[in-house]
């Protein structure tokens, strides 16, 4: 089993994830917690910098999903950023790239809510 770790900060009323290594049906637990914690706390504007994220297989893909649409009905989006190649291919394969709004920097993505607001 690969090593996971998620982290999460708050930058101007926009949640920043941080998840590391593997998301993956072993690890998708800590990521749906952290998640749950920032929509617990009424934030929808979410941003995953995927920077250091090195797989995500179908189980984390369909906790992002399976948010979407809660995030975006409550005035919310999850962006996507920082994504290394092989982690935004397997999203392009399942066609998740009309999806979701993937930014290069976290810096785009975090720009992109205030001027939704």
Do not use: W
Request: hydrophobic letters at 40%; aromatic letters at 10%.
């Amino acid at each position: 089993m690969k090593n996971f770790l998620i982290k999460s900060k708050m930058k101007d009323q926009i949640a920043v994830l941080y998840p590391k290594g593997h998301l993956d049906a072993h690890s998708v637990e800590k990521f749906e917690s952290e998640l749950l914690k920032i929509l617990e706390n009424k934030v929808y504007k979410i941003v995953v910098n995927c920077r250091d994220l090195k797989y995500i297989s179908s189980a984390g893909m369909g906790i992002i999903m399976g948010y979407l649409d809660e995030v975006r009905e409550k005035g919310g989006d999850i962006k996507l950023t920082n994504m290394i190649k092989r982690v935004y291919d397997i999203f392009e394969l399942v066609g998740f790239t009309d999806i979701y709004d993937f930014l290069n920097e976290e810096e785009d993505a975090v720009k992109k809510f205030k001027n939704v607001s």
